[in-house]
C-alpha cells in the first residue's frame, strides 16, 4: 500500500507542478548512451573496459579535455568521479555543461574519468557468467569496494601515467569510498583528496523509503524482489503503470524508483530536464545489494553484507557476525558537502560520519539540500562544483 500511496502522490505532484502530460521528451540526451552525451555538447571522449578481478566488466567514460582547451597535450590531473545508488556515470553529465560536474571539471583543465559500477544498465557484462544468472547479481556494495573501484582506479593511473587521482563520490559512491580507502591502504596512498558528496556511511536515521523495505524480512524480501536486478521496470510497467499511470509521460514517472528512494526537490531541479533524468534512472542493481542497505538500517552498523547466518558468515569472514568497516582507519583528505533536507543521508547520520574522519579537511552543510541536488540542482555549481574546483586547484600549487 505504501508504494501505491508514494505513487500517487508523486503522480499529482509532478501533474500539477510540471504540466507534463501527454509531452513526449523534448531533450535529445534522453534517448542518447553516455558517448553520444559527451558529443553531443562538443567534448572529446573515450570508451574503455575495466575488467575486475572477479570478472565483471565495467565501462569506463574519459573527458580527456575541455572543449575549448587550447592546451589539450599537456598532461592534466585526473579527476575520477563515482555515481551512487541505482544510476550510473551519466548523472555527472545530465544537465548543460555550465551546470554538470563532469564538463565543469574538464573545462576547469581536469582529466576527467566517469565510472559505472558494477550491475547498472551499462555494467551488465562478465568474462563468464550470464547475467541472467543468480551467480552474477551476487553481490553488494561490498564487492563495489573490494573489486570495482581498485581495478577502476588502477586502470586509470595506468593509462594516464600519473601517480594519484583526485576522487569525487556521491552517495553510495562515498560509501565505497569509505571501504576501499579504509581497508586498501596502497589504493588510498594513490587518492589526492576525496570530496564526498551526500556521504552515506550509517543509515540509522534514514527518512528514504527504504526504511520501508527494511521491515521486510529477508526471506520475504527475496520472494518479492527476487535474487537478480533490483527493480526491473517491468515490475512498475506492469502494476502502477497500467494500473495508476494513463499517460506516457506518467508512466515514466511511475517507473522511477530513483525519486522514490532519494527524495525529490522540485524548487531546485531543471524542469525542463525531466526527461533527461527519467529516461536515464533508475539504472538498476542487485537485490542483495538493495538488502545489504535494509540491513544497514536495521544493524545501523557500517559492515559487511550479512549472509543469513552464522555458519555462512564464517564461510565468508570467518567469524559468524558481519565485519564492521572502520571509518577511523580512512586517512585520506577529505572534503564533505551534506544536505539538511537529505532523505537518504540523514543529517544525523552524517553527524555521527564527521568525528569518525581522522582527516576531514572541510565540511559544508547546505540546509535545503535533498540526496539528488548534489549533481541536479540548478545551483549546485555555485554552491559545491566551485568549492571542489578550488580546492583542487589548490592541491596542484
Known amino acids: 500500500m505504501w508504494w501505491l500511496l508514494t505513487t500517487v502522490c508523486l503522480i499529482q505532484m509532478f501533474g500539477n507542478t510540471f504540466c507534463l502530460f501527454g509531452k513526449k521528451p523534448v531533450n535529445p540526451e534522453a534517448n542518447m548512451n553516455i558517448s553520444q552525451m559527451i558529443s553531443y555538447w562538443g567534448y572529446p571522449h573515450e570508451m574503455h573496459e575495466v575488467i575486475t578481478a572477479d570478472g565483471y566488466i565495467l565501462p569506463l567514460y574519459r573527458i580527456p579535455h575541455g572543449k575549448n582547451d587550447a592546451n589539450r597535450l599537456v598532461q592534466k590531473p585526473v579527476v575520477y568521479l563515482q555515481h551512487g545508488l541505482l544510476v550510473t556515470a551519466s548523472n555527472w553529465i545530465l544537465n548543460p555543461p555550465d551546470k554538470s560536474l563532469g564538463f565543469l571539471l574538464a573545462d576547469a583543465g581536469y582529466d576527467v574519468w566517469l565510472g559505472n559500477s558494477r550491475g547498472n544498465r551499462w555494467s551488465r557484462k562478465h568474462l563468464y557468467l550470464e547475467t541472467n544468472s543468480k551467480e552474477f547479481w551476487a553481490f553488494s556494495f561490498d564487492e563495489m569496494a573490494k573489486y570495482d ?10 593509462k594516464t601515467g600519473q601517480e594519484k587521482l583526485h576522487y569525487v563520490g556521491h552517495s553510495q559512491g562515498t560509501t565505497i569510498g569509505f571501504i576501499a580507502f579504509s581497508t586498501n591502504p596502497k589504493l588510498a596512498e594513490r587518492i589526492t583528496a576525496f570530496y564526498a558528496l551526500a556521504p552515506v556511511a550509517t543509515v540509522k536515521y534514514t527518512k528514504s523509503l527504504m526504511n520501508k523495505l527494511a521491515l521486510i524480512p529477508p526471506f520475504l ?9 533490483f527493480f526491473p521496470h517491468n515490475f512498475f510497467d506492469e502494476f502502477l503503470a497500467t494500473k495508476v499511470c494513463t499517460r506516457e509521460t506518467l508512466k515514466l514517472v511511475c517507473s522511477n524508483a530513483l ?32 538488502l545489504h542497505w535494509t540491513q544497514a538500517i536495521e544493524s545501523g552498523k557500517f ?29 585520506v583528505p577529505i572534503a564533505v558537502w551534506s544536505g539538511g533536507n537529505d532523505w537518504l543521508a540523514d543529517p544525523q547520520d552524517v553527524d555521527l560520519l564527521l568525528p569518525k574522519l581522522p582527516n576531514l579537511i572541510y565540511h559544508r552543510k547546505i540546509p535545503p539540500y535533498n540526496h539528488l541536488d548534489f549533481i541536479w540542482a540548478m545551483d549546485a555549481p555555485q554552491e559545491v562544483y566551485n568549492e571542489i574546483i578550488s580546492m583542487m586547484k589548490e592541491d596542484k600549487k
Do not use: E
Request: hydrophobic letters at 35%.
Open 221 to 229: 524480501f527475496k520472494i518479492i524482489f527476487g535474487n537478480k536486478m
Open 303 to 331: 559492515q559487511s553484507f550479512d549472509w543469513g547466518s552464522p555458519v555462512q558468515n564464517m564461510v565468508h569472514y570467518n567469524q559468524p557476525t558481519p565485519p564492521s568497516y572502520n571509518l577511523t582507519d580512512m586517512t
Open 259 to 290: 525519486f522514490i528512494i532519494c527524495g525529490f526537490d522540485n524548487k531546485n531541479l531543471n524542469m525542463s530536464r525531466l526527461d533527461v533524468y527519467v529516461s536515464h534512472n533508475p539504472a538498476g542493481t542487485s537485490v542483495q545489494n538493495m
Open 149 to 158: 573501484l581498485p581495478s577502476t582506479i588502477d586502470f586509470i593511473l595506468k
